[in-house]
């Protein structure tokens, strides 16, 4: 859930900060083994009530903090200090929604105390440039922002007339109006795709709006991954489900508690998917945070040890290593949480000196071997089969690196030092220069990528819930395999 309101007042902050309903949310009644660690945020000085709404891949989290007085602040917490973004000159508030792996944030703020909220980004030193332009009524919101600090949100029109328009602000500020009919922009993804409300896809000025359930046919975009997935809500007779789309069409993700007022907020590579079950209404059972993955839906309290002392209200961001953000009570307080998994680690294949990506370890082709605080590589020194293509047609730098598999000599087999167990793994096999290849990757022994590419789709990417008994996570190629080629792999425990 994101700050949409675009007039600050307490009350309205209020109200977006969850906890005011009774806590009523019953115990799993035989919880599995702690999946996430977690960690309370804090809050700023003497502020009570904190939300957390984003995570980068470096674990750096941003959101809003209530303050002594009322008023909301921007925050960001990194290594375990949270720190104000502060205001515009002149102004009482503000709000962060979203941070990119460079550490620019998107979101809100006032010019004037207690008045309307404008689009702004903070750089990664945390400048806050005010993107609203000069109308004072253009009132509107930040709410994503992509890998090269480009954000989007939305503005009313100079007349201050109707609902935020969807709009896209450059690097440089220059404003990009989405379209007369396009709402609210939610989200935006490294290819430049936008989403928003109504549910549209928006990208270098087309549109493929995003259907309902029949009859209802409202719906919401929030979030799209890298890999164009999208995810949000839809209207169903008197409920709001969360969905993804699927082929083009919404599929319900499910429902906790019997809640039937959901929305998914954020999506990661992998496809997990994070929300929140709020039944807005008090008295009442108490709002849920959730985790979607591999088709089941799992309250985020069932993945944490018993006796937390936690009730996980929202889920509102997830990044590609797994960790969540959002907001729950601790002791009768709203605080800001960061959950870790028990173990994560991700890892880029590219040759040695090639930029890492922000979060990942590199692998450079070397024998399976300890590196630091992993232990990992491959079957044989593989080093020579490495490629960084610097390619126009990457992503980003993930999908711009890659090490064969299938050389003459050269290696066939990845493996990872885990501890036994069961692990979600997302492995992405392609090559931006070439679709010399059909590409099909196993992990202990499960097929997990399998496809030819295309010049359209040079990557081929997919995710498996594999069980390890021998202390050792392994990678390699199917039958049918052509000149397999590993990109990355992100390994979260399940």
């Known amino acids: 859930m994101r700050q949409q309101g675009l007039k600050w007042t307490a009350a309205a902050a209020t109200g977006v900060l969850l906890g005011q309903c009774a806590v009523a949310a019953a115990a799993s009644a035989a919880p599995a083994p702690a999946a996430y660690t977690i960690t309370d945020l804090g809050v700023l000085g003497a502020g009570d009530n904190s939300v957390a709404t984003a995570v980068n891949n470096a674990g750096e989290v941003v959101g809003y903090n209530m303050t002594s007085t009322g008023l909301t602040h921007a925050f960001r917490w990194r290594r375990g200090v949270i720190s104000d973004l502060g205001t515009e000159q002149g102004g009482s508030s503000s709000t962060a929604a979203a941070i990119n792996d460079a550490g620019q944030v998107a979101g809100t703020a006032d010019r004037t105390g207690g008045g309307y909220g404008y689009p702004a980004r903070w750089s990664a030193t945390g400048v806050l440039t005010d993107l609203g332009g000069a109308a004072t009524n253009a009132l509107g919101a930040g709410t994503g922002v992509d890998p090269g600090g480009r954000v989007v949100g939305g503005q009313r029109p100079a007349t201050s007339e109707g609902e935020p328009l969807g709009t896209l602000y450059q690097a440089d500020g220059t404003r990009v109006d989405l379209g007369a009919n396009l709402g609210l922009a939610r989200g935006i993804n490294a290819v430049g795709q936008v989403v928003g409300s109504p549910a549209y896809v928006w990208q270098a000025g087309s549109v493929r709006f995003l259907p309902g359930f029949p009859s209802t046919g409202a719906a919401i975009a929030n979030a799209i991954n890298i890999s164009g997935q999208v995810v949000g809500s839809a209207s169903a007779g008197n409920n709001l489900l969360a969905v993804r789309w699927q082929n083009g069409n919404p599929v319900t993700l499910g429902t906790v508690s019997g809640i039937n007022y959901n929305q998914a907020t954020a999506v990661n590579a992998a496809g997990d998917i994070v929300g929140t079950a709020d039944p807005l209404c008090s008295p009442c059972v108490s709002a849920r945070g959730w985790l979607w993955r591999a088709g089941s839906l799992v309250p985020l309290d069932d993945l944490l040890p018993a006796g937390s002392g936690w009730v996980l209200q929202q889920a509102n961001g997830i990044n590609d290593r797994g960790q969540i953000v959002g907001a729950g009570l601790r002791d009768g307080h709203v605080r800001a949480f960061l959950l870790t998994p028990t173990f994560s680690v991700s890892i880029n294949f590219a040759p040695a000196g090639s930029a890492v990506p922000v979060g990942y370890l590199a692998d450079t082709g070397t024998a399976y071997g300890t590196r630091g605080s992993y232990t990992y590589g491959w079957d044989v020194d593989n080093s020579v089969n490495a490629r960084d293509r610097n390619s126009v047609r990457s992503p980003d730098q993930r999908y711009d690196t890659l090490t064969h598999m299938q050389k003459a000599g050269g290696a066939s087999r990845w493996e990872l030092a885990v501890p036994n167990g ?39 990417e997919g995710k498996v819930t594999v069980t390890v008994t021998d202390g050792r996570l392994t990678i390699g190629n199917a039958a049918d395999a052509v000149n397999d080629k590993l990109a990355y792999v992100d390994v979260v425990s399940a």
Do not use: K, M
């Open 422 to 460: 069961r692990y979600a793994v997302h492995v992405v096999a392609g090559d931006p220069d070439n679709v010399d290849s059909t590409y099909r990757l196993t992990v202990e022994g499960q097929l997990a990528a399998s496809g030819i590419p295309t010049a359209a789709q040079h990557w081929i």
